[in-house]
């Protein structure tokens, strides 16, 4: 018999997240729904079982900008699945007012990166138990104007909101190269999502989207699904095709010394 495919989708009680686990779901995965707010993962699993009936919907609480809560998180899982197929790393903030976080992480890069990479790793013996695991990792265009200057990422000093989203961003980037050229049995990707009208868009650019999330997702979905997406290896995509990303995104050597500064977070 068939094991059921599994797939984590972080931050996924609203928006993009909650979108990508409909069509997860809709695609016969078991999907486990990420969120830190108990009532919201309640009804995030309640929209999606409107949408997909016969879904099975799990949820997994977790405060990214604790670590604690991530090891926690991964240690339930661990207890709860035998693999894992997909794992969407959607979570991202773009906080205006800066702040350290508990494990004194600049919030930014401790949400859009360091909890992301310490939950990669976590999981990494449920995606190799998988026939043909997926690692997604949600990306931006705003990588390009990103820099990896450590003294930075654990620092308040000369905080922008932007610079620190587009930092985090392009550690996503290096981050997928790296994990792929680590572990190259896994299909480890990541893409730009596009304009979409998400809370984040909204509050921290002060603009909109469009007035729909539908068809938003497509490119999330198509790496975490597609026969095709299956083959591709470390590739940076938009709109479901694969696109040469930033010079610094491509560059090995700070790949590998970003990969140092996020293991001392493990």
Request: one cysteine or more; proline letters at 5%.
């Amino acid at each position: 018999m068939v094991e059921q495919r599994v797939a984590l989708v972080t931050a996924s009680t609203v928006g993009m997240g909650r979108e990508t686990a409909v069509a997860l779901a809709a695609n016969g995965f078991h999907v486990i729904l990420h969120g830190r707010s108990p009532d919201r993962l309640r009804d995030a699993r309640e929209w999606v079982l409107q949408r997909c009936r016969a879904a099975q919907v799990e949820t997994l609480r977790a405060d990214l900008q604790v670590l604690g809560e991530v090891r926690a998180a991964v240690a339930d899982l661990g207890h709860r699945v035998t693999h894992l197929d997909v794992l969407v790393n959607n979570a991202e903030i773009y906080p205006s007012d800066p702040h350290l976080t508990v494990d004194g992480w600049e919030s930014t890069f401790a949400v859009n990166h360091i909890a992301p990479f310490v939950l990669t790793m976590g999981l990494l013996p449920l995606l190799k138990r998988a026939p043909a695991a997926r690692v997604v990792n949600v990306s931006n265009a705003a990588h390009s104007r990103g820099h990896i200057i450590e003294s930075r990422l654990r620092s308040l000093d000369h905080f922008d909101a932007y610079q620190a989203f587009a930092d985090s961003k392009l550690a996503n980037l290096l981050f997928t190269s790296e994990l792929q050229r680590r572990e190259p049995a896994l299909a480890v990707n990541a893409l730009h999502p596009g304009s979409m009208p998400t809370r984040l868009l909204t509050e921290s650019f002060g603009t909109r989207g469009p007035d729909t999330l539908v068809g938003r997702v497509d490119t999330s979905v198509w790496l975490a699904t597609s026969p095709d997406a299956g083959r591709l290896r470390g590739v940076y995509c938009v709109q479901s095709k694969p696109t040469t990303p930033s010079t610094h995104a491509r560059d090995e050597e700070l790949a590998a010394m970003l990969w140092r500064i996020s293991e001392s977070a493990l």
